[in-house]
């Protein structure tokens, strides 16, 4: 996460005349809150997060003695410009302290959990151009940790804890599999360095969401679904599938004090919405929406870091043809038998296993796929070729959630289900994203029309009339309780009716 | 800009199935467009930009026999998740290539202009998460080079061309002062590097546009204006700062299909307006906006990388108080002052003292500077007191534009001028901002009252009526002509007369 020359770069000369306005404490927020009618989410939501960590850590009795020691998100710019990239806090510091400013460093003791922030000194200058310079006694009040300093302050402050050990963060990540860069400052060679505890463990505890963590995750589904309604009223025929981005947006700025989104907005019509990962700078959402056109949105936005993802699929003109709702409800079948069955204990290789096992089977009945039974075309992978993603993933601070692989089965090494981002059994708290899918790609169709053991089930004749049609996905937000699920994501249509009467209506 | 592992990530295993449809090259558009209504920028608009850098070094008889090598924009993740950050070109490869994807070399011979460009080889896999496979046929229509090759052909290719030396970008951004860091690729050893003879060059070509350039200028800058018109039709007290945002970037996307706004918005209500760069994430736009404040809106749209940087300033209930109205026509007076100066020859540094002259000369007249002139004034930095920031700045595929200080006269250390972002003369083909600003802000006046030498011009009991207002910035975005300005941000409100009806007509 960091370089010796980023905490180097924070130790600013603090010289010349200083604005020495204390703060009136009582004034100063202990919680999150972007305007009227959003969300407050108070900063003792962090302190159980903190207070979690640390009981996990005595409960194992492990690392008594140690302080865990971590680097906040750096502020940085686009290219060689003095253009700053909008900062959004790394995950896991905001999952510990729900800082939103930049270089902050933040400690834990693992024995009592007592929390400091370490903040940057910063020039006077930073008064004129980017406001009051806050204190200590202000962060303290707004992120209700029990102390705060200023970076440069670090090591002494660290040393006088004497840690048996500084924890830090070291790990890859399951999903990207990048590296998380562990913390490096100037005197660390004075500790006792632990790169093995952490990682892991807090990924663990990120797994289960909090009864507080649990309001924000309803908050962002919510939110999302009453932006995607305002998009499913304005998309029609003409339309430029970026228009959809534009609105849910705005919907979900205005209304929900939600400046950002989770991940890149996918808007695919047509064929576009075969195209998984669809709305990139190489396919940015640009392609006008045609009258025939199945419309696959797949959208969240995200406040305080916590993130939905919320995928609906419509026709453009308001009216499913036939073949649209043959695929659509097929979709819809896998999606409700999943959620159906979820619940603690349950496998979600299992999940996904049972959404493709529902569409091949619907696919039999339809005559799309033909010479075989259920059970030998799961052998032969045809799913897969109509669902090639995962069935979902774990959500909250990431739109792809970190633990997944953690204490969990390995990865499966077969089509589709090896995209899964995890193996574990459900477990009441978990947030996971229910995303059956059917595509007709090109390039799957392609590929299986070419493979005899795949070719020999497949009724061209069909299959070709669902070619260009896209896909389908139906993604929604899902947490467990302790005996099924609660749908997170439940105010967007989602039966053909719901969407046909909803689109007409609002027209 | 890269490291050695990037390329290697690159050369990714082509094995397994391909598609190989062929484009229909006569498809291809040759230009780039969002959608209907918005600019349409055809490729050889980054054609003439690579032709104007190769006759640079030509006429100077420089390089010949040389290959230019340059390295794009990288896609990269948000910290070590695998969230895509929305990717954005890197402004030099921009400028010479019009590339909008990740992850491009290219190269440009000095004697002849050929240019190619490498691209990614992308795994099959790619056509099913991200889209269709493109082939270099596609990219070479598109993009108007002479050929394409695959990035694992480079080290081949650029051997065959024999180049006297490989010149590659190296230096150091005068606004950031970060370095740009130079390519480097396997292979690489057996070519002569030169780095000292491209980067400024090439800032130096950047700091004129071209007659393409300067369309593209004119469509960000008016669609900008236009939604700076909506944002000021909504905008009321009672409103959220950030609702601003929201309404700005959804007008832009909508009716300019621009997707990214070239900064961090600032949209500033009361005191805020004296933060000169309000809105990042300490300071989120997050202020509910008051009957008695003033706005200030800082805020532009980019599109194809170009960017525009326009502010306007009014009062939230559509009509300024006479302290309102003052310190606004003092702005005004000052953006007025320095756009009827500039003409090619003109020092910035003198319009810089123009606009701090204006500012002087009206607070002397409205008795808020005292007891002395406004030669003694000026001797003493009191403009520097209310406008602590520079002019203006350099404005095109950045929104602070590279060549400032570039062949030009050293920094000038002084306050407030010594943040000037360019030193040189006007120059027909420069954009530029004039952006003075008038604030009261509590660090720059206390400092001022401390300090014996400018404390006896200030008049204290005026100036304490002013207290609290925040500040004003008119920022327009200016073309210099042969003969004088194009004003390229001429359709917003600018009068005081013109705001208040413009307010009122919209209620």
Not at 7 to 16: A, F, H, K, N, P
Not at 38 to 52: A, E, G, V
Not at 86 to 93: G, V
Not at 354 to 381: Q, S
Request: with cysteine.
């Amino acid at each position: 996460m960091t370089h010796l020359i980023s905490l180097i770069t924070l130790i600013y000369c603090s010289c010349g005349y200083r604005i020495s306005r204390m703060p009136n404490t009582k004034d100063v927020p202990d919680y999150y809150q972007m305007g009227p009618g959003t969300l407050k989410i108070p900063n003792t939501l962090f302190k159980d997060n903190r207070k979690r960590m640390c009981d996990r850590l005595v409960a194992k009795n492990i690392s008594r003695g140690a302080v865990m020691f971590f680097e906040g998100g750096r502020q940085e710019q686009q290219y060689d410009t003095d253009r700053d990239i909008e900062f959004q806090q790394e995950s896991y510091f905001m999952w510990l302290f729900g800082v939103m400013e930049a270089d902050f460093y933040g400690a834990i003791d693992v024995d009592n959990c007592e929390s400091i922030l370490f903040m940057p000194r910063l020039p006077d200058s930073y008064a004129v151009w980017m406001g009051e310079l806050k204190t200590p006694e202000y962060f303290k009040k707004r992120y209700g940790v029990d102390r705060v300093n200023y970076t440069d302050e670090m090591v002494t402050i660290l040393s006088q804890l004497r840690p048996s050990a500084l924890l830090i963060m070291d790990g890859v990540n399951s999903d990207s599999k990048s590296h998380f860069e562990a913390p490096s400052f100037e005197g660390m060679d004075q500790f006792k360095i632990d790169t093995t505890t952490l990682y892991n463990e807090i990924a663990e505890c990120r797994v289960r969401k909090s009864p507080g963590e649990m309001e924000i995750m309803r908050y962002v589904n919510e939110m999302s679904c009453d932006a995607h309604k305002e998009v499913m009223k304005m998309m029609r025929p003409g339309r430029m599938e970026y228009e959809g981005e534009a609105t849910f947006k705005h919907y979900a700025y205005m209304k929900g004090g939600m400046r950002f989104v989770g991940y890149t907005c996918i808007c695919a019509s047509g064929e576009n919405a075969a195209v998984l990962h669809y709305g990139h700078a190489g396919e940015p959402n640009d392609k006008r929406v045609n009258s025939g056109d199945m419309l696959l949105f797949d959208m969240g936005s995200e406040y305080a870091g916590y993130t939905a993802d919320i995928t609906v699929s419509f026709p453009a003109n308001g009216r499913f043809t036939e073949n649209q709702k043959f695929v659509y409800n097929t979709c819809l079948k896998a999606n409700r038998a999943v959620q159906a069955a979820m619940r603690p204990g349950v496998s979600w290789p299992d999940m996904h296993r049972l959404a493709e096992r529902t569409i091949v089977e619907e696919f039999i009945k339809e005559g799309v796929l033909i010479n075989g039974t259920a059970d030998e075309m799961t052998d032969a992978y045809m799913g897969a070729i109509f669902m090639p993603h995962g069935l979902g993933h774990l959500i909250g601070l990431d739109v792809h959630d970190v633990g997944g692989y953690v204490n969990a089965p390995p990865r499966i090494d077969e089509p589709g289900i090896k995209y899964l981002r995890t193996t574990r059994d459900l477990e009441e708290g978990m947030v996971i994203t229910v995303e059956p899918g059917v595509y007709f790609g090109d390039a799957l169709i392609e590929k299986a029309y070419a493979n005899p053991e795949q070719a020999k089930f497949m009724n061209k004749e069909k299959i070709e009339q669902f070619r260009g049609m896209g896909g389908v996905r139906i993604e929604d937000g899902v947490a467990v309780t302790a005996d099924g699920i609660e749908l997170l994501s439940h105010n967007v249509p989602r039966t053909v009716e719901e969407i046909e009467e909803f689109m007409n209506r609002s027209n």
